[in-house]
């Protein structure tokens, strides 16, 4: 199963990087932002409550369980800010390369707080996967002439958050073994909604209010809406993968395996075009999933 769930994921990938592209090329002031992500996260978490209504088991939770979704949350919010804001200074493999990099915290906690070890290959693995990195960030520094520290700096937040929202779907996974994913979903993007909500609230008042620049437009609303039915999906399938599946083949999997769909739809879908430098750092990026995964 764990297999069949990885499949579905990347699969919805190839649809969330479409959408999170476009939808970064709409957002042009801080009010639409944060009204997009409440919008969105509100809408996953309605799903994860559809799913606890439809099963009829009730809703349970203990403390554990909504700390744990109270971190997902947080960093699902956080990933989401990071990431629009990122997209807008460099290319969609080289974000999503920099998502992927986020697995160093779930493995480097799981062999830590679990006892899961992490192999000295998988160890050369990982570090092959910043010298693609390495490649990338000077192809998109070619592609886009506003790449600059600022980006780095939140590209550098998409890892982290990226990687504490990994963390917190395998700390439910294993520490409450019994938990409702459905619930920890509603909690976890209830959680992100209400933040970004609040910031909304806050900044309703900029003047961008005045010229209609706040306002979630329909293409935005459509966009928001298929965002939310695969992020709940994704985040869903690796909750349930990751109580049987090591974190360091299931994260790198699902999130490695990202950065080349994210390559292949920005240059079918966005004309992002494939430098030498690109293409090499994709290629790495492969070999240390190959290297990760034989190890």
Same mark, same amino acid.
């Given at each position: 199963?764990?297999?069949?769930?990885?499949?579905?994921?990347?699969?919805?990938?190839?649809?969330?990087?479409?959408?999170?592209?476009?939808?970064?090329?709409?957002?042009?002031?801080?009010?639409?932002?944060?009204?997009?992500?409440?919008?969105?996260?509100?809408?996953?978490?309605?799903?994860?409550?559809?799913?606890?209504?439809?099963?009829?088991?009730?809703?349970?939770?203990?403390?554990?369980?909504?700390a744990v979704s109270i971190l997902s949350g947080t960093m699902l919010a956080a990933s989401t800010g990071f990431s629009l804001a990122a997209l807008?200074?460099?290319? /969609?493999?080289?974000?999503?390369? %920099? #998502? @992927?990099? =986020?697995? $160093?915290?779930?493995?480097? !906690?799981?062999?830590?707080?679990?006892?899961?070890?992490?192999?000295?290959?998988?160890?050369?693995?990982?570090?092959?996967?910043?010298?693609?990195?390495?490649?990338?960030?000077?192809?998109?520094?070619?592609?886009?002439?506003?790449?600059?520290?600022?980006?780095?700096?939140?590209?550098?937040?998409?890892?982290?958050?990226?990687?504490?929202?990994?963390?917190?779907?395998?700390?439910?996974?294993?520490?409450?073994?019994?938990?409702?994913?459905? /619930?920890?979903?509603?909690?976890? %993007? #209830? @959680?992100? =909604?209400? $933040?970004?909500?609040?910031? !909304?609230?806050?900044?309703?008042?900029?003047?961008?209010?005045?010229?209609?620049?706040?306002?979630?437009?329909?293409?935005?609303?459509?966009?928001?809406?298929?965002?939310?039915?695969?992020?709940?999906?994704?985040?869903?399938?690796?909750?349930?993968?990751?109580?049987?599946?090591?974190?360091?083949?299931?994260?790198?999997?699902?999130?490695?395996?990202?950065?080349?769909?994210?390559?292949?739809?920005?240059?079918?879908?966005?004309?992002?075009?494939?430098?030498?430098?690109?293409?090499? #750092?994709?290629?790495?990026?492969?070999?240390?999933?190959?290297?990760?995964?034989?190890?």
């Amino acid at each position: 199963m764990g297999a069949v769930f990885i499949t579905i994921i990347l699969f919805c990938r190839v649809v969330q990087h479409l959408c999170t592209k476009r939808s970064s090329c709409r957002i042009d002031s801080v009010s639409r932002f944060f009204r997009y992500g409440a919008f969105r996260h509100m809408l996953s978490g309605l799903l994860g409550l559809a799913l606890i209504l439809l099963a009829g088991n009730g809703f349970s939770c203990d403390p554990p369980s909504l700390a744990v979704s109270i971190l997902s949350g947080t960093m699902l919010a956080a990933s989401t800010g990071f990431s629009l804001a990122a997209l807008k200074g460099g290319t /969609v493999a080289l974000t999503s390369l %920099f #998502g @992927t990099g =986020g697995i $160093l915290v779930p493995c480097i !906690a799981g062999a830590l707080l679990f006892g899961t070890p992490i192999s000295a290959g998988q160890w050369i693995g990982m570090l092959l996967f910043f010298v693609a990195a390495w490649f990338l960030i000077s192809s998109s520094s070619r592609i886009y002439q506003g790449f600059s520290v600022k980006t780095f700096g939140l590209l550098l937040g998409v890892m982290l958050s990226e990687g504490f929202t990994m963390l917190s779907q395998q700390l439910f996974a294993l520490c409450v073994p019994d938990g409702d994913v459905s /619930v920890f979903s509603f909690l976890s %993007f #209830g @959680t992100a =909604g209400a $933040l970004m909500l609040v910031m !909304a609230l806050f900044t309703w008042k900029r003047k961008e209010e005045g010229d209609g620049r706040a306002a979630l437009t329909p293409e935005l609303l459509f966009l928001g809406a298929v965002l939310s039915v695969v992020v709940f999906i994704i985040n869903q399938l690796a909750t349930l993968a990751a109580a049987t599946v090591p974190p360091v083949i299931l994260f790198t999997f699902i999130n490695g395996g990202s950065t080349i769909i994210g390559a292949i739809v920005a240059a079918v879908f966005f004309k992002e075009r494939l430098t030498p430098r690109s293409l090499l #750092g994709i290629g790495l990026g492969i070999l240390s999933l190959v290297i990760i995964k034989a190890f």
